[in-house]
């Protein structure tokens, strides 16, 4: 079973604009992280941020996490047409010696050129 | 290119038939998962290696499904007598778990079954 939700679950933007995504979980975590798949390809490793911290920034990409509402959030500035593709975050349970992803549903992002 | 590969990259079969994949990891990585996606949704957990041993086994790993991962280098996936529901893209990833590192996995291409 999915280990939270995403939200929301499709969004369409123009190119340039800011695009803004949602990850719920339920249970404590190790760290989260934020993937991108590509139609009907293998997922990308775009972020990872800890447990014990509250933002990261990558290039274009900003990510937030608030533990104690079991959320975080991916912003991607300044989008492109090739930023288009699914967007999946994944969280590594605290006390899980497998060390397993549990991924959310996605959210599918077109950029519109 | 991750650097993890997996073969085939589509298999179509009929169903009852047996299929087995093949995922290389990245060589020095000593972790390896398995993990199936259907449309529409997130990739689940199948099953995890911790060099040879195979560790844990969601419980959507049936009988019919075996993996094996000998001297703890490449793996197999093996499904016996495929059903239609087995359809779904079946993801390969490997990590390297170090003092200092988190578990960041690297994912290959996936093997796209469809059962007929």
């Known amino acids: 079973s999915q280990q939270g939700e995403e939200d929301p679950q499709a969004l369409s933007i123009q190119e340039g604009e800011n695009a803004t995504m949602n990850c719920s979980y339920k249970?404590?975590?190790?760290?989260l992280q934020w993937y991108r798949q590509n139609s009907g390809r293998g997922l990308v490793h775009l972020i990872l941020i800890r447990s014990n911290e509250r933002e990261k920034h990558s290039g274009r990409l900003r990510v937030t996490l608030d533990t104690s509402k079991k959320s975080s959030s991916l912003l991607i500035t300044a989008s492109r047409a090739a930023d288009t593709a699914s967007y999946f975050c994944a969280t590594e349970a605290r006390m899980d010696s497998s060390y397993k992803l549990i991924f959310g549903s996605g959210t599918r992002l077109l950029v519109r050129p | 290119d991750t650097g993890v590969s997996q073969d085939p990259r589509h298999k179509i079969t009929k169903r009852g038939q047996n299929v087995t994949f093949r995922c290389d990891p990245i060589s020095e990585h000593n972790r390896l998962y398995w993990y199936r996606q259907t449309l529409g949704q997130g990739p689940e957990f199948l099953t995890y290696f911790q060099n040879e041993a195979q560790l844990e086994k969601s419980r959507l790993l049936s009988d019919r499904f075996s993996a094996e991962r000998p001297k703890g280098s490449f793996s197999t996936l093996e499904i016996q007598r495929t059903e239609q529901g087995d359809s779904a893209m079946y993801l390969c990833?490997?990590?390297?778990?170090?003092?200092?590192?988190?578990?960041?996995?690297?994912f290959g291409p996936g093997t796209r079954l469809t059962v007929l």
């Open positions: 249970t404590s975590i190790n760290n």
């Open positions: 990833a490997s990590s390297l778990r170090g003092i200092s590192s988190y578990n960041e996995q690297f």
